[in-house]
């Protein structure tokens, strides 16, 4: 790709040169309507008219239709008459909470939007596709958040979409830069779609490969016998199905003061918010506590506890095995330690704790779908396939090598999806801005 031969100071230090034929202008000069959707929120109804937030716009730039709520008629027809339905060509951009995504309008527009979205309806100075790639280009993004309201919930008012600058080539390059993008990034995200995939492949293979393990053992030839639990099925002969409860000790942690808390010093305690599946996760806000704790040592984790959280919509699937690298900790209330004896590798128990038949013994065993719980006896209750524990040990080392292998690749091409997205938003950006000139190459194209 080349560079413009003739380029200008745009007097906007953060912008830089452009072309020099190219114009910049505040979006509410080559506007024909900037506003928002809906400052008020009707009555959900089961069925009735689509109705569209911010939740409902996705990573992809395009609305999910069918995480939509409905509204009446009624309401649809006086949100109608208030503006708050689309047009096709409209732009729909991300303007509170999230931000950096959007979409322009097509033929379908039956729904209206809620405040959350900004809508902009350029005039014919403004291809609405290039007015899109512009306004999610880098550039843009980072103006946005320069002019974010709001120290809980990222907001952008109208106020400040409508200053928001606009850096404008003819119409006819619009078109050209247009075509060239869509074309670049189709392949781009083709190729980030076969990753994605590929991604999904090995997780299915590695959760697969755990159950089977776990499960069968490492003999393919050993006797079988039904295990009597649906969920697991056969198991190798010589093995038994033991209460996690009877080969471990159980243990709730305390309800430390909130008022208590440190943020500076003192031992990290371990709540539900800090565990995800199978890591620790800690960040500013992070609890600690600094005075002297309650019953001794009862709440200090050791190495080898496994940390189960018992609330919240990923109950099941927040827990951890801590590692000597992760003490001191102490143990919230609401959060499980199990602490195995040993007859029991503690290794051994995560691979089953991570796997989806204990999320679907807790899927049977937590009550409350709203706020979902379970108790200490629920994990004392859950029942595993126990081989002796040598035996469990050969299964630790073939999974933690297996699963590392494939961990490994899963960080790889992850990392080939990052590089992707970044080499996507610069192309972008530098299009959208002049930075280069593609408009030989779409001549190329389109002869």
């Known amino acids: 790709m080349k560079n413009y031969s003739s380029l200008k100071d745009s007097g906007i230090e953060w912008i830089g040169e452009i072309p020099s034929h190219w114009d910049i202008s505040k979006i509410m000069f080559v506007s024909e309507n900037v506003t928002d959707g809906s400052h008020y929120s009707p009555k959900?109804?089961?069925?009735?008219?689509?109705?569209?937030?911010?939740?409902?716009?996705?990573?992809?730039?395009?609305?999910?239709?069918?995480?939509?709520?409905?509204?009446?008629?009624?309401?649809?027809?006086?949100?109608?008459?208030?503006?708050c339905q689309p047009i096709k060509g409209d732009i729909l951009i991300t303007k509170d909470g999230t931000i950096g995504r959007g979409l322009v309008v097509g033929e379908?527009?039956?729904?209206?939007?809620?405040?959350?979205?900004?809508?902009?309806?350029f005039n014919n100075e403004i291809n609405p596709y290039f007015g899109l790639y512009y306004?999610?280009?880098?550039?843009?993004i980072d103006q946005m958040y320069s002019n974010v309201r709001g120290s809980g919930?990222?907001?952008?008012?109208?106020?400040?979409?409508?200053?928001?600058?606009?850096?404008?080539?003819?119409?006819?390059?619009?078109?050209r830069i247009?075509?060239?993008?869509?074309?670049k990034t189709f392949k781009i995200d083709r190729l980030i779609q076969s990753k994605q995939r590929k991604i999904e492949l090995l997780k299915e293979k590695r959760t697969s490969l755990i159950n089977e393990v776990v499960t069968k053992g490492l003999n393919p030839d050993v006797e079988m016998k039904d295990s009597g639990l649906e969920w697991i099925g056969e198991i190798p002969s010589h093995w038994e199905i033991v209460k996690t409860g009877y080969l471990s000790q159980l243990l709730t942690g305390h309800p430390w003061k909130s008022s208590d808390f440190s943020y500076k010093e003192g031992i990290k305690i371990v709540r539900g918010e800090n565990v995800s599946e199978g890591f620790l996760r800690w960040g500013s806000r992070t609890r600690k506590w600094n005075k002297e704790v309650v019953k001794g040592d009862t709440y200090y984790l050791n190495e080898g506890d496994i940390v189960i959280g018992m609330d919240g919509s990923k109950v099941g699937k927040n827990y951890v095995l801590i590692t000597e690298e992760d003490l001191p900790l102490i143990l919230h209330q609401r959060m499980c330690r199990v602490r195995t004896n040993e007859e029991l590798n503690p290794h051994f128990l995560k691979y089953?704790?991570?796997?989806?038949?204990?999320?679907?013994?807790?899927?049977?065993?937590?009550?409350?779908?709203?706020v979902p719980h379970i108790t200490q006896k629920n994990i004392f209750d859950f029942p595993i396939s126990l081989p002796s524990i040598e035996e469990q040990r050969e299964i630790v080392e073939f999974l933690d090598f297996e699963t590392k292998t494939i961990d490994k690749t899963l960080h790889l091409e992850k990392q080939k999806i990052?590089?992707?997205?970044?080499?996507?938003?610069?192309?972008?950006?530098?299009?959208?801005t002049g930075k280069v000139n593609v408009q030989e190459e779409v001549d190329e194209v389109l002869v």
Do not use: A, W
Request: charged share 25%; glycine share 4%; aromatic share 10%.
């Open 44 to 83: 959900i109804t089961d069925n009735g008219k689509l109705y569209v937030t911010v939740s409902n716009v996705t990573k992809y730039n395009e609305i999910d239709f069918e995480s939509c709520s409905k509204i009446s008629e009624e309401s649809f027809n006086d949100l109608v008459k208030n503006g």
């Open 108 to 121: 379908f527009n039956d729904y209206v939007i809620l405040s959350s979205l900004g809508l902009i309806r």
């Open 135 to 140: 306004l999610l280009s880098g550039l843009n």
């Open 153 to 175: 919930i990222t907001r952008l008012t109208i106020s400040l979409i409508k200053n928001l600058l606009l850096i404008i080539p003819p119409i006819h390059e619009q078109k």
């Open 178 to 183: 247009v075509s060239f993008l869509d074309k």
């Open 352 to 370: 089953f704790v991570g796997s989806p038949m204990f999320h679907y013994y807790i899927d049977i065993s937590k009550t409350d779908p709203m």
């Open 418 to 432: 990052d590089l992707l997205k970044e080499y996507k938003k610069s192309l972008i950006s530098e299009v959208v």
